[in-house]
């Protein structure tokens, strides 16, 4: 009795091949049906698989079909109706011929559809798949450099694994002919004595007899030296040699300024959640070397950890310029510049004291822009505040600052999508 275990990654009566090619071929109809998800999901519940629903005709692909030709007399019992030559139109409602019961509803017509479960990971693929940080670039070597391996050469010892078998027998075929070329010379002069002679011997002569038994001993001798050259040797052996490069590491940290002061309710604080768990998702899934930092401000402004940036419910006057001045602190004393990719997103409602409007528009143009590769501002609130108008004066000098509005939850995604979509890809 035989025991089939099947230690496939894919399952059981499933391809991960096939699952590919399908997820690739209807790529734009999937991306479509994720977008529809997401508007109807919560943000916490953003990283679960989802059921596709992928019209039938979508699907189809055309196909020959051969029809059976000739002339034929067919008996069809229980006719009453025809004889032959008699014309029959064609069914109504397509040329399926069918009575249209499969398709219950109202307007009297309907469409399959086909439902593909996408994983917890495919999801998330389709989800950012078109985005990415911009004008990510990379900077020298870290203190910890990356490596990379790469080819160099071949050597003569190696694990098994390895083994280069084209250019191994490559080597022992050059060794064969280069240890046998002088025997199989001299192999094929004797052999030529020996034919020669024997063609010139006559019967009885005692003196080419000798010399043709003398010849026949050095052919068989030679014949063994040349039998006893090995086929593949030691030193024929060849392996693969790798060895390992330090590679240039792209460092990068994200700035992540909330705006918590009392003007900002409960609505316009879900909102800046909801874009900055989106950041977070999409950060921590894309780079696996990626510092994050999160800043909350009133009055004052602090750095926090995680929990509390996503569910502190302190809160005060507002003082925007206090984080921006806390961003170049922290700038300044861990992120160099030039080993560093700096990124800022800022979300808040854009009500600020008034007098310190100015001094954020000032504090970006001269401190924060020059020192980070994009900043992205997000406002959460409909009215066009002081601050939304100090910043609009950067956005022709300063072609990596953006500023867009979400003031509903479904404008969230769209506006993520937009602000970080990859170069010549299209926004939500």
């Keep these: 009795m035989q025991q089939i275990i099947d230690r496939r990654l894919a399952g059981k009566n499933k391809s991960i091949g096939n699952r590919e090619r399908f997820l690739r071929r209807h790529k734009e109809q999937i991306r479509e ?60 409602g397509g040329g399926g011929g069918g009575s249209g019961k499969g398709q219950a509803s109202d307007q009297g017509e309907g469409e399959d559809e086909f439902v593909f479960a996408l994983s917890k990971e495919e999801f998330m693929q389709v989800f950012f798949e078109d985005l990415a940080l911009p004008h990510l670039v990379r900077t020298q070597l870290a203190e910890v450099p990356e490596w990379k391996s790469q080819r160099a050469g071949f050597s003569s010892d190696g694990t098994p694994n390895n083994l280069h078998v084209v250019r191994s027998m490559r080597g022992a075929l050059g060794r064969r002919i280069a240890l046998g070329a002088g025997s199989r010379r001299e192999l094929h002069e004797l052999e030529a004595q020996l034919a020669e002679l024997k063609a010139e011997a006559r019967p009885g002569d005692e003196v080419a007899a000798a010399r043709i038994k003398a010849l026949l001993e050095e052919i068989v001798t030679l014949r063994g030296r040349i039998e006893r050259i090995p086929y593949l040797d030691p030193i024929d052996l060849r392996y693969r040699s790798r060895i390992k490069v330090p590679v240039p590491t792209s460092k990068a940290v994200m700035f992540c300024l909330m705006d918590v002061s009392g003007s900002m309710d409960e609505g316009r604080k879900e909102l800046s959640k909801r874009f900055f768990i989106l950041l977070y998702l999409f950060l921590t899934r894309h780079y696996e070397k990626i510092d994050l930092v999160f800043i909350r401000h009133h009055t004052q402004a602090q750095e926090v950890d995680e929990e509390n940036f996503f569910h502190a419910r302190e809160t005060g006057g507002t003082v925007v310029s206090s984080a921006l001045v806390l961003m170049e602190e922290i700038i300044r004393a861990r992120y160099n510049p030039s080993e560093w990719n700096i990124y800022g997103a800022q979300a808040s409602d854009g009500d600020n004291w008034h007098h310190d409007s100015g001094r954020c528009r000032e504090l970006l143009s001269d401190k924060l822009l020059p020192l980070v590769r994009y900043f992205a501002y997000v406002q959460v609130a409909e009215e066009e505040q002081n601050l939304w108008d100090e910043y609009t004066q950067l956005l022709d000098t300063h072609k990596h600052f953006a500023m867009r509005k979400a003031v509903e939850a479904s404008q969230i995604y769209p506006v993520f999508r937009d602000l970080f979509k990859k170069q010549g890809a299209k926004a939500a």
């Design 33 to 92: 049906a994720v977008k529809r998800a997401i508007d109807g999901r919560g943000i916490r519940d953003i990283e679960r698989g989802e059921d596709i629903h992928i019209p039938k005709k979508d699907l189809s692909e055309p196909v020959f079909g051969h029809g059976q030709g000739g002339v034929r007399e067919v008996v069809h019992p229980g006719n009453k109706e025809y004889v032959q030559g008699d014309r029959i139109e064609r069914p109504k």
